[in-house]
């Protein structure tokens, strides 16, 4: 992520969670302003560890017991993060889905 303005606001407002190991911050997830799961990220040296997975599936049951209806987006290439929904058995859009939004300049 890119913009450090929208992350800001993503943990002010209690929708980034960050995974620790040995005390040191591995990886985070959080949720979109739009309500999707998105921007998982996990450090190099921490891959291969299940962290990205426990992550996501702690944002899918923080969804469930919210009474939400968790999703996500992948983007088209992002062939580590299809597997990742994969493995976790969740189900992909038979066709491309695009979103737009007003910018908030009316």
Known sequence: MSDEAYVTDRI???ALFGAFVDGQLAGFIGMHAEGGIGMLFVSPEYR???IGMALE???INLG???GERPY???EI???ASKGLQETLGLCFSRGRIYWMER???E
């Open 12 to 14: 002010k407002k209690g």
């Open 48 to 50: 291969r560890r299940r």
């Open 77 to 79: 290439g992002n062939d």
């Open 64 to 66: 469930l017991e919210r």
């Open 57 to 59: 599936t702690y944002m």
């Open 72 to 74: 996500g987006q992948v």
């Open 103 to 105: 910018d908030g300049r």
